[in-house]
């Protein structure tokens, strides 16, 4: 068995020194950034996906997010730009921050509290003789 | 005809009204065991017949909807917005659930039918099904009186009579569109007949499980139309939306996946009813939420609470929709809260490494993926009463919280199955697992070396690195589900001496709910290779005049010239690609745009080459209006057709899993027992 764990252990920071590898690029930001915002024209796309002919906004931001990359500005500093610009719902996501903050945090925590749940459950299933 | 349709509904209330108190009012005298000279069983039996004979005025008012499409009956307001002359005759039945009052008026029909089969087969359990008929009869009730003073379908128009009615909605003129929503709401609707069960089985207490194995059928047969609705309904969005993708986190794709979700949840943690005696209130809750969230899916897209691209049929029947789930959900909670001491766990679990366990880790996960689904889609509501602004929670949110949490359900599904009941050993665990394992990290290692990296011109890539996970898992699950197979097969063949495909035809039609659930994982896994190609899709857009060249993935697209279509409902503009590979022309693609006449507006038919290892996906997009050249944006999307593979092996392996064993399965065991 420790020697499983051991071969497990080496092949999780084999992988992890390979991930770590590579470098950055503008067009990795602009695609990545072209999927957290919406385009604002009303079809309900992300930015990036938005693929009607004469849309008469996806063409106008993608050009103001390569010019803001182009910039040398944050990804924050740019999704803040884009909400001062177009208003909250620009953003495809909710921001991990105030009150949004709880959009991210309460799935995991639901989670966990089911698993510590379904594990005092097991437990107790496993010790106690049903009621009767 | 507008008059019979009013009239048939009428009466189809009626007769459902009379259903339910009359059934009522036997079950109750039934239980107090009144000797009065109303004899329980003969107005019970009334109340059955009533129920059965409904179907004739519902099924009336549907013909009569679907008779005034086909005559372009424009004096019927649901008639005028959702069909005109030239609308070819399937669409015609399509504009029965196009609207809000036709998809209704669907769903009465269909609980109908679904009340007539249990009606009709009440012999089965006489008492049981009379339970489930009258609390299916106060669904009936309900749907009806929304029909009648609610949503109309046959309102009619008043004023001058228009010549041509609007027509229907193009992205809805698609064939999948005639097939789509009545298999979506063969599973939604359908789901009202296990929680008839359900609750009818607490209010009498019924003794035992049987109840469960005589409502199986019909929660598998629901949940497989349901998975057939959810499936074909991302196919259409695929092949008719055009942005390439398939599924886009929309709150109507979400409120029919909540309760498959839930559903397929139920259908595991019943086995542990089942076999053990244990999960009673969790199953019967399970059941419960199944249903109510068919209501909230309901409510919530109907009432205009969220906002959808599914835009089809949304009205103000939001307080009808409240008002009937809280009598619901008080009605269960009673019911629950004075039967509750019936619902007593018989056994405990004798290991916490087990099947058993597993289950309810599977559940936990089921769960809290719909719990992740339901929270985004309620947040914007939510953000909008605390902030007063409207969150955005779209496919950047449900990627990073769902895809996790699924990843982690495949595990499940890999490792439940090599658990026996009860328990196993440390030694049992290292046999069943190593190969798996082995699997797991060989794919991983191959991965690598094929490329497939978690980052992205030099950024950490969340989807392909989720992409490389999920084909790990795959490999993982894969190889425990074909072990399970194999070793099941050997005994067999080593028993009576067949060959290995004997053996596994046999071992399949000796236990089909077990290995036929196998059968289902498989196409499961199947489904998530197609998933996890799509962090590889790669679209690029042109101008192409006539020759113009894109060289894109392994194909050469030419453009070899456009033309035009036009007939009596739309025009069409195509434009003719030839595609070489290497050098050689392999085929052409006519992606289309057409423009409908009755209403102007403008529909893409995408043009689609698929073969195993990616799609092929053009989309004519229009011309440029300042150059009038075609504008071409062609998408590769790796293994896409894996997903729908994959649907039909699920629905095999329930097809497999409905039929009676050849033999009884033995009770327990790693072997004999079911998935």
């Given amino acids: 068995m420790i020697r499983w764990i051991q071969i497990a252990q080496a092949l999780t920071l084999a992988i ?24 604002t024209c009303g079809c309900a796309q992300l930015l990036g996906e938005c693929n009607h002919v004469g849309c008469p906004e996806s063409t106008r931001q993608r050009n103001e997010l390569v010019s803001a990359i182009a910039a040398g500005k944050s990804d924050r500093e740019i999704l803040a730009w884009f909400s001062d610009k177009y208003g909250r719902s620009v953003q495809a996501a909710p921001r991990a921050e105030g009150f949004e903050l709880i959009a991210w945090i309460a799935p995991f925590a639901v989670f966990a509290a089911g698993l510590i749940g379904t594990i005092l459950l097991v437990r107790r299933w496993t010790r106690v003789p049903p009621s009767q | 005809m507008a008059s019979f349709g009013s009239f048939a509904l009428l009466i189809a209330l009626v007769l459902a009204g009379y259903n339910l108190l009359a059934g009522a009012l036997a079950l109750r005298l039934r239980a107090v065991g009144s000797t009065d000279s109303l004899l329980p069983e003969q107005l019970g039996d009334t109340a059955r017949r009533a129920g059965i004979v409904l179907f004739v005025p519902v099924t009336a008012a549907a013909f009569a909807l679907l008779w005034a499409a086909f005559t372009n009956d424009f004096s019927i307001t649901y008639i005028l917005e959702h069909s005109n002359r030239a609308l070819p005759a399937p669409y015609k039945f399509a504009a029965l659930w196009s609207g809000q009052e036709g998809s209704l008026l669907l769903w009465a029909w269909l609980l109908a039918s679904y009340g007539f089969v249990l009606r009709v087969t009440h012999e089965v359990d006489v ?5 489930a008929s009258t609390i299916l009869a106060g669904i009936q009730t309900f749907f009806l009186a929304v029909l009648c003073f609610a949503a109309p379908p046959f309102a009619l128009y008043t004023g001058t009579v228009p010549a041509d009615g609007n027509g229907l909605n ?25 929680f008839s069960f359900a609750l009818g089985a607490l209010i009498m207490r019924y003794p035992g499980e049987k109840w469960i194995r005589v ?24 092949a008719v939306l055009g942005w390439g993708g398939y599924w886009g986190w929309d709150p109507v794709e979400n409120a029919s996946f909540m309760p498959w979700l839930t559903g397929t949840a139920f259908l595991h943690s019943v086995m542990m009813q089942e076999k053990k005696g244990m999960m009673k209130s969790w199953n019967v809750w399970l059941i419960f939420s199944t249903f109510l969230l068919t209501l909230l899916g309901t409510l919530l897209t109907r009432a205009g609470l969220v906002s959808s691209v599914h835009a089809f049929a949304q009205s103000s029947i939001g307080t009808w929709f409240v008002v009937f789930m809280a009598i619901v959900l008080a009605v269960c909670i009673a019911a629950y809260l004075i039967n509750r001491d019936h619902l007593k766990s018989e056994h405990r679990l004798t290991s916490a490494v087990s099947r058993e366990s597993s289950f309810l880790f599977n559940n936990l996960v089921l769960l809290t993926s719909c719990f992740v689904i339901l929270w985004g889609t309620l947040f914007p509501i939510l953000s909008e009463f605390i902030e007063g602004s409207k969150v955005t929670v779209g496919a950047p949110f449900y990627n990073r919280v769902a895809v996790p949490i699924g990843l982690f359900l495949l595990f499940l599904t890999g490792v439940g199955p090599l658990l026996p009941w009860r328990g196993t050993s440390f030694q049992s665990i290292r046999r069943n697992f190593v190969l798996p394992v082995i699997a797991l990290w060989m794919t991983v290692i191959a991965c690598l070396v094929a490329g497939v990296k978690p980052w992205k011109d030099g950024l950490f890539n969340a989807g392909n690195f989720y992409a490389l996970v999920a084909f790990a898992m795959v490999a993982g699950v894969m190889t425990a589900i074909l072990t399970e197979f194999l070793r099941g097969a050997g005994v067999i063949s080593q028993q009576m001496g067949s060959n290995l495909f004997s053996a596994l035809w046999l071992l399949t039609r000796r236990n089909t709910r077990r290995y036929g659930g196998y059968i289902v994982h498989v196409g499961v896994v199947i489904v998530v290779v197609g998933f996890a190609g799509s962090a590889f899709n790669r679209s690029e857009e042109k101008e192409m005049s006539l020759h113009d060249r894109m060289a894109f993935g392994p194909y050469l697209l030419e453009e070899v010239g456009a033309t035009q279509d036009s007939n009596q409902n739309y025009n069409s503009e195509y434009a003719l690609l030839n595609v070489y590979r290497n050098g050689v022309k392999r085929f052409q693609m006519a992606p289309e745009k057409r423009v409908y006449l009755v209403n102007g507006q403008p529909q893409t038919m995408v043009a689609i080459h698929s073969v195993p290892a990616w799609d092929l996906y053009v989309v004519y997009e229009g011309t440029n209006p300042e150059t009038g050249q075609p504008i071409i944006k062609a998408f590769l999307n790796p293994l896409v057709g894996w997903i729908w593979v994959g649907v039909a092996i699920m629905f095999f392996g329930t097809v497999v899993a409905l039929v009676p064993n050849s033999v009884p399965a033995r009770e327990s065991g790693a072997m004999g027992g079911e998935l």
């Fill in chain 1, 16 to 39: 992890a020194v390979y991930f770590s590898m590579g470098a950055t690029g503008a067009s990795a930001r602009f695609e990545n950034l072209g999927h957290r915002l919406m385009c």
């Fill in chain 2, 215 to 238: 409502t199986r059928i019909w929660t598998m047969v629901t949940w497989l139309f349901l998975t057939c609705g959810i499936f074909l309904g991302m196919h259409w969005a695929y």
């Fill in chain 2, 170 to 194: 193009p992205l809805l003129q698609y064939p999948e569109m005639v097939i789509h929503p009545p298999m979506l709401y063969l599973g939604y609707v359908g789901f009202s007949v296990p």
């Fill in chain 2, 127 to 131: 008492r049981l099904y009379a339970y």
